[in-house]
């Protein structure tokens, strides 16, 4: 079990800080026991540190006079969305106080001619596609969890659509973004490219919040396509699946979505949603464009499928039968828990270059089978990133161990393949020992850049690089 570390506390500063900001905000701001231990790490088994206080914004205005008083007694600042994050990024290691943003929920300004929106960190991604939905647009960034777009932002998400909309960095536009001194900035304007100075936008997105607290997005939409048809084939081996996968990426083909569930998965899909699919892997596709064209790409994407031994291959442009099966695959979190009731999930996930997909699956499906442990993969593999979700007794200190051993070891033969130790989790607490091990003295920059913009280290402190000293 990861042990966060806890970090030296500012107890008269946190005692000030927290004096000053009730007077402040009243009931705005919570102290109670539940709701510290809510905000602090609850989605995996990375210890839960709770701050010392929670405070509920509902302007940028607020978030400044936040940050300002704790700048002012030098106690940390711990931004919080919906806490979906699972490497420990809402954590408080060294107490301080928790900005839960989730009362910042509107939607400023729809510009459908230019294809974006603003809005505030609150809001979430379901909140923004039924808003948008009469319009004729859509956000297209999916993590399968309803987070807020705030928190996706702040750890780079990704998700089941990232193989053609891209990720979090390909759709942020600008963003308003509270610096640790409590001054508001804002890192661009409106237009689809600049080439005026340092390109902070994207700097700030994935920073987690140890760089600044964000409090207004500007999104790119895209159109909502006119015809949209997914497909679903079964494979023998997870290695003709992926094999099948780096064909239809380098024959092409405009996959919107390209999803890999392995024969446990498959499994609990059955079980969970109630299908009936063959328990072997199998890749979830979907197309988008004209009438013709997806029925185009799916059928090219048969063809190469059937190269590769894919059988049981079905098509449909029917919403009902779409919804239905990308629900499940929505749903897999808790479908593979039911594989082994009483346990813990521990989901991580790394990814490669498409080449080495193949053998990086293949040996994580070893790997777990030799340490004896439950570990169904899915992953949205149109980009060589996959997930590995990690069954563990937590009663049993050998089972812990080798859920330890085991997630160390994947993330080292991901970088050892020219990859990442993650590919959208983000490194917050948990991946932190692998980020020196993957980028070297590029971290050092990094800790200078964190030096520069926050020099009191009150940001989020803990998360993403080595402790000081």
């Known amino acids: 079990m990861v042990q966060a570390t806890a970090l030296p506390r500012n107890e008269a500063g946190i005692e000030a800080a927290i004096s000053v900001l009730k007077q402040q905000f009243g009931e705005q701001l919570q102290t109670g026991q539940a709701i510290r231990e809510q905000h602090g790490h609850t989605t995996t088994w990375i210890t839960n540190q709770a701050p010392d206080a929670v405070v509920f914004p509902t302007s940028t205005a607020e978030v400044a006079a936040i940050v300002k008083t704790c700048a002012k007694y030098g106690v940390p600042v711990i931004p919080f969305g919906t806490g979906t994050s699972l490497e420990g990024h809402v954590n408080a290691p060294a107490g301080g106080i928790c900005v839960d ?3 910042m929920d509107q939607i400023l300004a729809v510009h459908a001619e230019d294809l974006d929106v603003v809005v505030q960190p609150g809001v979430t991604r379901e909140q923004l596609n039924t808003f948008l939905r009469d319009q004729g647009l859509f956000f297209p960034i999916d993590p399968g969890a309803n987070a807020s777009l705030g928190g996706m932002a702040a750890t780079r998400a990704s998700g089941t659509n ?3 909309y891209g990720t979090m960095k390909d759709n942020v536009l600008a963003l308003e973004v509270v610096m640790a001194d409590g001054e508001v900035i804002r890192t661009a304007q409106r237009a689809k490219k600049s080439s005026a100075g340092y390109d902070l936008t994207r700097l700030m997105v994935g920073s987690e919040g140890t760089l600044g607290l964000m409090t207004e ?3 790119r939409l895209q159109g909502i396509p006119e015809a949209i048809r997914s497909a679903r084939c079964s494979f023998r081996t997870v290695d003709d699946a992926c094999r099948a996968v780096m064909m239809t990426i380098q024959y092409g083909i405009p996959i919107a979505r390209m999803e890999l569930l392995d024969e446990m998965s498959v499994a609990a899909a059955n079980s969970y949603s109630k299908l009936s699919l063959p328990e072997t892997p199998l890749l979830l596709l979907e197309f988008h464009g004209s009438d013709a064209s997806v029925v185009e790409q799916s059928e ?14 079905e098509a449909t442009s029917s919403a009902e039968e779409r919804n239905k099966l990308w629900q499940a695959r929505h749903d897999m979190y808790w479908a593979c828990m039911q594989i082994r009731p009483g346990a813990k999930g521990i989901s991580t996930d790394v990814c490669v270059p498409i080449s080495k997909l193949a053998e990086c699956v293949g040996a994580t499906q070893q790997k777990a089978e030799d340490l004896g442990l439950v570990a169904p993969i899915v992953g949205h593999v149109g980009d060589g990133n996959f997930h590995s979700l990690v069954l563990v ?6 089972e812990r161990q080798k859920a330890d051993e085991f997630i160390s070891w994947l993330n080292d033969l991901a970088i050892s393949l020219d990859g990442t130790c ?3 989790h983000g490194i917050g607490q948990g991946k932190r020992p692998y980020l020196q091990k993957e980028l070297g003295a590029a971290t050092r920059y990094m800790a200078a850049i964190k030096a520069a913009l926050d020099p009191d280290d009150i940001l989020n402190p803990g998360k993403i690089l080595a402790d000081k000293g």
Request: aromatic content about 10%; cysteine-free; glycine content about 10%.
């Open 422 to 424: 993650t590919g959208e």
């Open 101 to 103: 943003m989730m009362r």
């Open 217 to 219: 997005i500007t999104l």
């Open 300 to 313: 090219t994407f048969a063809a190469i499928a059937d190269e590769f031994g894919g059988f049981d291959i």
């Open 162 to 164: 990232a193989v053609r």
């Open 393 to 398: 007794d937590m009663e049993s200190a050998e």
